[in-house]
């Protein structure tokens, strides 16, 4: 009895290891057409002070990170926001949680990079185009959204590794002193764009989640 109690709480704690930040979920369709912009103002990206988190699970625990962006635009018309487009600098891929184990940071950081993942040597950046933005406002049919304070539901066109997927998630943007800032955070399925490598639960121990959490803080200038 006491061997299957250890053997039940063994396998909780590995279930519950694997789960993902609580976050809201991006729902992925297929490419859809590009937003294209409307006259008024373009927005230039400040690549010093805009960030992408990222945090990978396992049944052992977790990773987090960041990449970089390399450049990137917001539109906006009359104080409302009418489409974007994004650059990510894939090599810029950090791991911030192994600082103190610097060969592990390394080794995790190459693996990342690595053709079982984003393949950077192909792929050195990937790219995120809006299709649509909508203003969002809470409503009693309408509690699933998690994020804190959202304004407004996000289409766009996430491309990586040479794959286009549609994903929609809710964001907090502000418009203010002439600046655009703006805030999401969600999960998405990483085995969409091809990053399949230790997906399947059937390798137990060294199942790396497909669901990956993506937290970005971007500010323009």
């Known amino acids: 009895m006491q061997y299957k109690v250890l053997v039940l709480f063994s396998f909780l704690l590995a279930v519950a290891c694997q789960q993902v930040p609580k976050a809201d979920k991006a729902a992925i369709t297929d490419p859809q057409a590009v937003k294209q912009p409307e006259e008024g103002h373009a927005h230039q990206l400040d690549t010093s002070a805009s960030t992408l988190y990222w945090i990978g699970t396992k049944p052992t625990g977790e990773h987090k990170g960041s990449f970089r962006f390399l450049e990137g635009q917001l539109y906006e018309k009359d104080s409302t926001l ?23 940071k390394s080794k995790l950081e190459e693996e990342l990079r690595g053709e079982n993942f984003f393949d950077a040597a192909r792929f050195p950046t990937a790219r995120f185009e809006i299709t649509e933005v909508s203003s ?45 800032k703006a805030e999401a955070n969600f999960n998405i399925d990483r085995t969409q764009w091809g990053m399949t490598y230790r997906a399947d639960k059937s390798v137990q121990d060294k199942l790396i989640n497909s669901i990956v959490n993506i937290h970005f803080e971007i500010i323009t200038r």
């Open 136 to 180: 969002y406002q809470p409503s009693e049919k309408d509690k699933g959204v998690l994020l804190k304070d959202a304004t407004h539901m996000i289409k766009g066109n996430l491309t990586m590794k040479s794959v286009t997927k549609n994903i929609t998630f809710p964001a907090k943007i502000v418009l203010q002193d002439g600046k655009v």
């Open 82 to 104: 009418t489409g974007g487009q994004f650059v990510i600098n894939i090599n810029s891929l950090r791991n911030i949680d192994l600082q103190p184990q610097p060969d592990m």
